[in-house]
């Protein structure tokens, strides 16, 4: 069965600490890995990895997926209030010219003052 | 910045009743998929719509479930007779072509009593 995992499953900081939130994954004919971050409503796209070993930066946030180990980590330095919010791993397998997202169960970020 | 809407914002219908959930995606993107979250729980995919027919549905898509492109700019969910296990939040996405990132809606909080 086709699975994601993230860990841990919430996190409690404070301004200014840095963070690494994990995803595994187990899928056949894997494709590619995003990161979503959720705060209220809907998921707001933050990063799409698709080859190991290549990261990816935005801003204070940067993310790296490892294909051979089958998981990727998101970093956020320096977090800020703003910061708060539910992370969500998705994988996307190889089924046809489409992606379906299988989404893992999300970590839950709290950066208080 | 281009984005995917939905109405309503919120549904709340009684058990037994047809709902219609309406999505605006971006307006290049070609790829179109719904998804669900029940509160507290995982995204889940429910269906990927491609060239006016439905590419992929989960097994959650049962015969209750449809969709469609009235015209070229909407894309709805039906469900014909809700349950109360309907109740969840339903959100849209679109990508450009398969393989790209998905952008998604605010979602639509159904509430089936």
């Known amino acids: 069965e086709d699975k994601v995992v993230q860990s841990p499953l919430s996190l409690v900081v404070h301004e200014g600490d840095t963070v690494t939130l994990n995803c595994s994954y187990e899928v056949t004919n894997f494709r590619s890995l995003l990161w979503y971050k959720q705060e209220k409503k809907a998921p707001t796209f933050l990063f799409m990895l698709?080859?190991?070993?290549i990261e990816k930066k935005s801003g204070r946030l940067s993310s790296i997926l490892d294909k051979k180990e089958l998981f990727s980590i998101l970093n956020i330095t320096a977090t800020q209030t703003g910061d708060s919010a539910v992370y969500l791993c998705?994988?996307?397998?190889?089924?046809?010219?489409?992606?379906?997202?299988?989404f893992g169960a999300g970590t839950r970020l709290a950066v208080h003052p | 910045e281009p984005e995917v809407t939905q109405t309503p914002s919120h549904q709340v219908t009684q058990m037994g009743q047809e709902v219609i959930l309406r999505c605006v995606p971006i307006?290049?993107?070609?790829?179109f998929y719904w998804y669900r979250q029940i509160l507290g729980q995982k995204v889940e995919f429910l269906v990927s719509?491609?060239?006016?027919?439905?590419?992929?549905k989960s097994e959650i898509f049962d015969d209750q479930f449809s969709v469609e492109r009235p015209d070229g700019s909407n894309f709805t969910l039906k469900i014909r007779s809700t349950k109360l296990e309907d109740s969840a939040m339903y959100f849209c996405?679109?990508?450009?072509?398969?393989?790209?990132?998905?952008?998604f809606g605010p979602g639509t909080r159904l509430t089936v009593t």
């Open positions: 307006s290049n993107h070609l790829y």
């Open positions: 719509f491609y060239n006016n027919e439905i590419s992929e």
């Open positions: 698709t080859s190991s070993g």
């Open positions: 998705a994988v996307t397998m190889f089924s046809g010219g489409y992606n379906k997202l299988i």
């Open positions: 996405a679109s990508s450009w072509q398969g393989s790209y990132e998905q952008y």
